[in-house]
């Protein structure tokens, strides 16, 4: 048998989720530096980082217990998607939420680009954007085509169903199950896509 410090990643998590406990100390140590630093870089906090770097594996420990983890060979790619996924929910927590109104003389979406924009917001909307584009690319390609002529080239139900030939109700039904799917893959993989 090999030891447990030499097996990859895969195997040892394969052997976690078949009853081998102890293997689970050797996954942590393997990786608790590079997720532990990879959170503090982004909070600048000792003790939130190890609060977040806790929760992270908690979540693993979870996930691997509730047999829904599928091993791709990216243990710590899933690892560090958590921990990062973790930090924008603790930026997000710890915002003041600031109100404002719209009414007839004022429209708050025609300021909006003026609005001044925290660093955790800019690194929360990048990763979003990235999440999404990395979301879209997984979809099928009819549902990826509508997604796109509608919401980044603009096009009507209409205009879509002409340009792909096929029904208004058929765009309509690909688009609802390109959103359905994106949910459903960024629930697999951990991912938030709200600010």
């Given at each position: ?82 921990a990062h996924n973790l930090v924008i929910d603790d930026f997000r927590k710890n915002q003041k939420v600031h109100f404002v109104y719209s009414n007839d003389d004022y429209n708050v979406f025609d300021s909006i680009d003026n609005l001044d924009i925290s660093t955790e917001d800019k690194i929360i909307k990048k990763q979003i954007y990235k999440d999404i584009h990395f979301l879209i ?59």
């Amino acid at each position: 048998m090999i030891a447990t410090d030499e097996r990859s990643d895969f195997e040892l998590v394969k052997a976690y989720q078949n009853g081998e406990k102890e293997v689970f100390q050797t996954l942590l140590q393997r990786h608790k530096q590079k997720v532990f630093n990879y959170i503090l870089s982004y909070v600048k906090d000792k003790a939130l980082a190890e609060d977040i770097f806790q929760d992270t594996f908690i979540k693993v420990v979870n996930t691997l217990r509730s047999g829904t983890y599928h091993d791709e060979g990216k243990f710590i790619q899933w690892v560090m998607r958590i921990a990062h996924n973790l930090v924008i929910d603790d930026f997000r927590k710890n915002q003041k939420v600031h109100f404002v109104y719209s009414n007839d003389d004022y429209n708050v979406f025609d300021s909006i680009d003026n609005l001044d924009i925290s660093t955790e917001d800019k690194i929360i909307k990048k990763q979003i954007y990235k999440d999404i584009h990395f979301l879209i690319k997984q979809l099928p390609e009819e549902q990826r085509k509508v997604l796109v002529m509608r919401h980044y080239a603009d096009m009507s139900f209409k205009e879509i169903a002409d340009k792909t030939g096929v029904s208004i109700n058929t765009a309509l039904g690909r688009m609802r199950y390109a959103l359905i799917n994106i949910r459903r893959l960024a629930e697999e993989n951990s991912m938030s896509l709200s600010m």
